[in-house]
């Protein structure tokens, strides 16, 4: 093993986000995880969609898509496998604050920040 492979890991080794299978359906989304309790949400109980921003990357997943349900809750990794159709479909919820999520994408600081929240 040479010295890069001792600092770094191997060039094969998946990044933080590729361990993350998201199941998009026309009823829920779940998120499974190897080390981590499978979450499933409804698309029609989602009450709040936030995005999490976190200081643990590029080690960890920095930045999550959070959809929170009426009895459950899931995150999504940005860069993992389904982020990008989730995000496409939440960010077209009417009063989605896309002003937010630009904030976020420019922030290093753990923190959340609303996108949408149900009406009741």
């Not at 986000?17 to 499974?32: A, S």
Request: with cysteine.
């Amino acid at each position: 093993m040479n010295i890069l492979e001792r600092i770094f890991g191997k060039a094969n080794k998946k990044s933080p986000e590729e361990l993350f299978q998201v199941t998009i359906t026309d009823d829920f989304v779940t998120v499974e995880h190897p080390k981590k309790k499978t979450k499933t949400v409804k698309w029609a109980e989602i009450e709040e969609v936030r995005v999490v921003n976190t200081d643990q990357g590029p080690w960890l997943p920095d930045v999550w898509i959070e959809l929170v349900g009426k009895d459950d809750s899931c995150s999504i990794p940005q860069g993992a496998e389904g982020y990008n159709e989730v995000f496409e479909v939440v960010s077209g919820y009417d009063g989605f604050d896309a002003m937010n999520y630009i904030k976020a994408m420019g922030s290093t600081d753990n923190e959340q920040r609303v996108l949408w929240k149900r009406t009741h």
